[in-house]
Structure formats: C-alpha cells, structure tokens
C-alpha cells in the first residue's frame, strides 16, 4: 500500500496483517505510479518479498497499452 500519512498508513497496514496477509509499505502517493497497470508487481500472487522485489523492478515508463 501507498500513502503519504504514516499514522493511516500504520493503521491499514495492522488491519491487512489482521486479515491473515502480509502488508508491503509501497512508499508514498508519489510512488505509487510503481503498481500501476503493466508493473511487475500488478495483478500478481508474490509474497511479501516478491512484491518489494517487483516494486523495485517498476520503472515510472506506462505499457503501450496504456498510452492514448
């Protein structure tokens, strides 16, 4: 998850790890452009590392699918 108030963002992260999952802090709103559609990390099934991994792998470039 992304968001740029750590006392939300420690609050939804507890209530993800309340929900059996693991909760990866993405940074902030202005990273979040690293989960966007065609990231290594959208629509995947990795577990907590492989989603840091795959955040770590996104480049800030949108898929030609996504361009108008």
């Known amino acids: 998850m992304a968001g740029d108030e ?8 507890a209530l993800i790890d309340e929900l059996g999952f693991d909760p ?3 940074g902030s709103i202005d ?4 989960q966007q ?12 590392d492989g989603v840091r991994r795959a955040l770590a792998e996104a480049t800030p470039e949108r ?4 361009l108008p």
């Open 31 to 34: 990273e979040s452009w690293r």
């Open 6 to 13: 750590e006392e939300a963002k420690a609050v939804v992260m």
């Open 37 to 48: 559609p065609g990231s290594p990390v959208y629509g995947r099934d990795y577990d907590a």
């Open 24 to 26: 990866v802090d993405a």
């Open 63 to 66: 898929p030609a699918e996504f």
